[in-house]
């Protein structure tokens, strides 16, 4: 077991490797009774044509297998998973991304005993031909209800726009077609290739002593067997540099158009330090042009273009990575155009120092609410997955200046046009 403190914030969490190779994180919450659990595994809506990392077996799953499996797995007889733990007075959740799948509880009482729920759940499946065919029917609806937003709509086709190959332009919860293809079979196939504890990670925090969390569930593994284990390799189609449309459109039922624009880059390489510090860099000088405190998103909304539905993020996994800006806009050609422009010019000359600072102290005043609270343990496994610490966010926020992280963005987002997409929801009628 190995303890690490920060000092000046007065925090300390503890992390072991136990049985089976899970590593798990306990952090400790002084004053907090809640308990939050969340277990990751390296398996998302990405991983759908894999080869096995020891023979060099290749599988081909349906588009959002994934989510079906993580669907499938809290499925069970009278009310399944969330019925046990809604009856100890607990809540339950899970969720699919691109490269993971993450299954979670808060509660205040019977922590261990959930966490032999949760942990029975993940590692000991239970599927059935009549619930594989019950589930098909549940997410085949999810799918359908989707098509409805306005908002999922205009980032799906932007993804779709920008990525000719990359299965990150396929929605998680994969087609109606790919869901009906799904079989007992490919559940049980994918979770003998990922769902074994070295290719997972347990964050528990909140009103917990990390020593008695520790042995419990060490114990529990230990009382298991499990074959050795090397994690499958996703197979990467060859993606081309550019976007594959400029512009996609559909038109809606919606009071006022969405608009999208997304800038499509290289990822970083996925190993070491250097991704966390390009997602960091990238955000800030974001915040410093783009936010919502800034003279440019101030003009905009006096003009009349822009609502308080308005924001800039960056999307970095492994093996991609893209710029998003998006929000509501009476007229998306000018706001793009606006956009755009603001875009280029902080690659081009950067963002000024005293904006560099107060995105700075936003970003940090942020990190430092959200790590008050046990939720916060949703964001350590995403790190902790990628081999970082919750506090590795805060040493880059200190350390970056203004001109790294400037330099850094010169390196993701590229001015050129043949890198950038854009995606528009236009009002019925229009």
Known sequence: MKEFRREALDERWVEDRLPGGLIVTVWPKRGYRKVYAVVGVRFGSLDCRVRTGDTGERFAFPAGIAHFLEHQLFEGPSGGVFAQYAARGASANAFTGHERTAYLFSATDDVQELLDVLLEAVLTPRFTEATVSKEKSVITQEIMMYRDHPDWQCHQGLLQAMYRHHPVRTDIAGTAESVAAITKDDLVRCHELFYHPSNMRLVVAGGVEPEAVLDHVRNRLAARSFPPFRAPEREKPEEPETTVERERRIRMPVSMPRCMIGWKSAAPEPEGIEPLRREIAVRLVLEAALGKSTDFYD?????????????????????????????ETPNPEAWARRVRDEIRRAV???????????????????????????????????????????????????????????????????????????????????
């Open 299 to 327: 003009r905009l909304y006096r003009e009349g273009l822009a609502t308080d539905v308005f924001s800039a993020d960056f999307h970095c996994g492994t093996d991609f990575a893209h710029v998003i800006v998006g929000g």
């Open 348 to 430: 081009e000359s950067g963002v000024p120092e005293h904006a560099f600072e107060r995105a700075r102290r936003k970003k940090t005043g942020s990190f430092l609410r959200m790590i008050q609270s046990p939720e916060a343990a949703n964001e350590w496994l995403r790190l902790g997955m990628r081999g970082w610490s919750l506090f590795d966010v805060l040493d880059h926020l200190d350390a970056l200046t203004a001109d790294e992280a400037w330099q850094l963005f010169r390196q993701t987002v590229s001015p050129d046009d043949d890198r950038l997409a854009m995606s528009v929801v236009e009002t019925e009628g229009a």
